[in-house]
């Protein structure tokens, strides 16, 4: 079965400076990833995704991401921090080699603060 | 620009009764989902609909929970003889095929049982 772990529940930044949401997956075949933002009383807002190609994909708002596929990892990054990046953050796979392939399971969420 | 739009936004029942809630997609979108997502975790995927038909179904989906997509536009679920633990966020999202992967939510209905 496919999971998602997102290890810290609470990061912290200071605004300016870069950030990093970390994010691992399990799955038995081939990774889609996702990454989604979801702000107080709102419902989720695409970022990002890796389907295939190149590792670092870029996505919005100045945020990328980078698969890793020996780690299973796909971690959220931005080089530069604003206090309107403060939100809820979540990871996503998609496991292409199962039964239930069109789902997408979820990490618990990362809550990120940047801090003026 | 028109998203996946939800309606009611908010929805407070007593135990025991029953709710609908509905979800419009957005409008080239043949794929449709359900979630539920209770505070503090991310959401859980209920059901999926390929244009009206029903494809997958979760474990989480009880007997009590139906889900419908008529003519493969909105979809509706409804949860009868409500309980407590239903008290969650529901979200729908919606994607085209395989164009593309991503999927797009709406804001959710939020399902307090009291």
């Known amino acids: 079965a496919q999971s998602v772990a997102q290890p810290e529940d609470q990061v912290n930044v200071a605004e300016g400076n870069p950030l990093t949401v970390k994010c691992t997956y399990s799955?038995?075949?081939?990774?889609?990833l996702f990454w989604y933002v979801q702000y107080p009383n709102r419902g989720l807002q695409f970022l990002l995704k890796?389907?295939?190609?190149?590792?670092l994909v870029k996505g919005s708002y100045g945020f990328e991401a980078e698969f890793n596929k020996s780690q299973t990892s796909f971690h959220l990054k931005k080089p530069s921090a604003l206090v309107s990046d403060s939100a809820l953050y979540f990871c996503a796979v998609r496991d292409m080699a199962s039964g239930s392939a069109r789902q997408l399971t979820f990490g618990s969420g990362t809550q990120l603060t940047v801090l003026p | 620009d028109t998203g996946v739009s939800q309606n009611p936004r908010h929805k407070i029942t007593k135990r025991g009764q029953n709710v609908t809630f509905r979800c419009d997609p957005i409008s080239e979108h043949n794929r449709l989902y359900w979630y539920r997502q209770t505070l503090g975790q991310g959401p859980e995927f209920l059901t999926y609909f390929q244009n009206e038909a029903q494809l997958e179904k979760s474990r989480l989906l009880s007997d009590r929970f139906s889900a419908e997509r008529p003519k493969g536009s909105f979809s509706t679920l409804e949860i009868q003889r409500t309980e407590q633990g239903d008290s969650a966020m529901y979200l729908c999202?919606?994607?085209?095929?395989?164009?593309?992967?991503?999927?797009?939510f709406g804001p959710g209905t939020r399902l307090t049982v009291t």
């Open positions: 999202a919606s994607s085209y095929g395989t164009v593309t992967y991503e999927q797009y």
């Open positions: 890796y389907i295939t190609g190149d590792n």
């Open positions: 799955v038995s075949g081939n990774p889609y």
